[in-house]
Each structure stands twice: as C-alpha cells, then as structure tokens.
C-alpha cells in the first residue's frame, strides 16, 4: 500500500477523486496526511469527513519560503510519505521539498502542459484561441509547472465556452487522469528518463485524447 501526503490550499475535489478511488478499492493507497496552508480550505472538511488526518501550516509563520517547505517535508517524513500528491496547492514547491521527494511530486495542471502554465490555464487557453485545452498529471521540479508529463486529457474548446464551463470539463477529466497516474506509482510502473516519463504495460485510452469526441458539421 502506498503512502500518500497530500497538500492543498482550496475546495480539494481533486483530494476527494484520490479518496474515493481508495475507498473504492480501486487505488492500494492510504493518505497519511493532508497540509493546507489556508485555514479556510474546504479541503479539511473532506479529510474531517474520511478521517484523515489533517494539518494547517501557515506560511507567515517562517521567516522564508524555504523553512516553509522544510516544515512541510519534516510533517511528511514523520508519516513516512512515499508520494506527495498536490490538489490544488497554490504555491511553487522549493528545493527542500523536492529535495526530500525527488520524482516523488505529482501535479495536475488544468491546461496541456507546456502550454499555458501558471494560474488560470483555461482561461490563457481562451485568449490565446485554442481549439484544444485539456489537463496534466506531472512531476514537480523547481520550475513552475515544467516537471516531467505524466498523462494529459484533452477537451474541445467551444465558441461558446466561458472560463467556467471549460474549467468544470476540465475537471472531469482531472479526476480521472490523478488517481490513474498515482496507481501507475503505486504499481511501480512509472520511471522518469531526462524529460520523459515511461510507462510500463500501459495502454493509451482513447477517452483521454478529447473527451467529448471532436465532430465536425
């Protein structure tokens, strides 16, 4: 069974789609701990619902960023943490988490990654004009959503697409493509190779190159 941490700053219904795939039998994995760094993040209801243990760790507490993380890393090293999973964590990772876990980060970032990194994916995915968004599953490095690709998602973008009608289409898909890729680890099937993730025995799923199916009139 794979440990998991778990950080997260908002409402966490990518947390939720990790914990009902556990409790589901469908991911051998257990979340020994989420952190969040806002107080007010729904997040905590859903691990107070499920049991989870839970931990708010405010950033103004440290005089830098980086004895921040180091704090972060030290709380999840005590639950002996093999995978550190960010759900919506709206912070960049430093060196001293990545340090401690290194290929050992996942993200999922609400654009096709290396486009449209950053905050607001979706939307800088409709100012640009893309016929195409989707989401990725990625390991973190130092940079800002630059680590190794996991798994994308890919969704139309439609004429009459607002931010949020685009996000919520995204997000189905985000719950999806997480909980996979942390069974892909869980499995032992993931192995980084400079920029490439390889996967053993995996077969592409047709669902997940654009959900809904693309039609032309």
Known sequence: MLNLGVLASGRGSNFQSIIDEIEAGKLDASIKLLVVDNPDAYAIERAKKHSIEYLYINPKEFST????????????????????????????VRKPLIDAFPNKIMNIHPALLPSFPGLHGQKQAMNYGARISGCTVHFVDEGMDTGPVIIQAA?????????????????????????????LYAEGRLSVEGRGVKIKGYELKDEYIVNPPLRLK
């Open 65 to 92: 960023k980086d004895d921040f993380f180091l704090k972060v890393s030290d709380e999840l090293k005590a639950r002996n943490v093999e995978l550190v999973v960010l759900a919506g964590f709206m912070r960049i």
């Open 155 to 183: 969704v139309p973008v439609s004429p009459d697409d607002t931010e949020e009608t685009l996000s919520a289409r995204i997000l189905k898909l985000e719950h999806k493509i997480f909980p996979e890729a942390i069974r």
